[in-house]
């Protein structure tokens, strides 16, 4: 069974990914529910690009950040 | 300020980090298939997601401008529908069978001009937004501060209204122009009155 290389790293996009789909509505339709998915898909795609900025730099020296 | 791209292009920047992500998690969680290029790992991780969230912000930015998006909460059905009643003689009303701001008639007169009144709407906004999903607004719903006639000037050039053709206007250009006496005073209501309603109660 493969393991995951670097759970940092699935974290970062798991983030990232997460953000991307509520903020998706919002392009929609502006109404009260879509703010709210937009502006917690706001907070959640930094947080995975953060995340993801910090597990990057040992990715690309390929090695595993954990 | 970036101009708004339509839906689809954001949507689609969406759907395409949302990819780029998909094929590096592949190939982090199975490495035999091959690691992810650096250039992927950057694009993918980093720009790719950044660029996605500013379309899809540019977007919904100006969504918010419109009458639509103001209606969406129940609590606005009445200042809509007065808005949109052909019969309805208040300012808005007005307003708006004249045409002057035909998509975006509630920000174009809520909304201070230069960067400041931008700032001050969005601020605004998001209270009003805290508000209504928190149920935490008092009936009846009324403008809070004072309304400054610079909004109302901004589109009514000032030359013509305090030339001698309107003399009321012209005995009053200073009071008018330090907020003292407001357009409304005048001209009529910029709403229609409703009653009581009590927060979370439906209907209009």
């Given at each position: ?66 | ?10 949507i689609a920047a969406l759907a395409l ?110 209270h009003h937004w805290w508000q209504y ?72």
């Amino acid at each position: 069974m493969t393991r995951p290389r670097s759970r940092t790293s699935l974290a970062a996009i798991a983030l990232t990914a997460a953000g991307l789909c509520c903020i998706a509505p919002a392009t929609f339709a502006a109404g009260p529910v879509t703010v709210g998915l937009f502006m917690a898909g706001v907070v959640l795609v930094f947080a995975g690009v953060l995340v993801a900025a910090v597990s990057l730099p040992a990715l690309l020296r390929r090695r595993d950040p954990d | 300020m970036l101009t708004p791209v339509p839906a689809f292009i954001a949507i689609a920047a969406l759907a395409l980090a949302c990819g780029l992500l998909f094929v590096i998690a592949r190939r982090l969680w199975r490495p035999e298939r091959g690691r992810p290029s650096p250039a992927l790992l950057v694009v993918g991780l980093l720009v790719a997601p950044l660029s996605a969230l500013s379309l899809a912000s540019t977007r919904m930015v100006a969504d918010m401008k419109e009458i639509a998006a103001c209606g969406s909460c129940h609590v606005m059905d009445h200042f809509v529908s007065d808005l949109l009643d052909s019969a309805s003689v208040t300012l808005a009303a007005r307003h708006f069978r004249a045409d002057s701001m035909p998509d975006d008639a509630c920000y174009a007169c809520h909304t201070g001009y230069g960067l400041a009144g931008s700032f001050t709407a969005k601020r605004a906004g998001l209270h009003h937004w805290w508000q209504y999903i928190t149920h935490s607004w008092t009936e009846p719903i009324e403008y809070q501060g004072r309304y400054p006639n610079a909004n109302c000037l901004a589109c009514h050039p000032e030359e013509p209204m305090f030339a001698d053709s309107i003399p009321l206007h012209v005995a009053l250009q200073d009071s008018i122009m330090a907020d003292v006496v407001t357009c409304f005073m005048c001209h009529g209501e910029p709403h229609a009155r409703r009653a009581v309603k009590i927060p979370g109660e439906t209907g209009g």
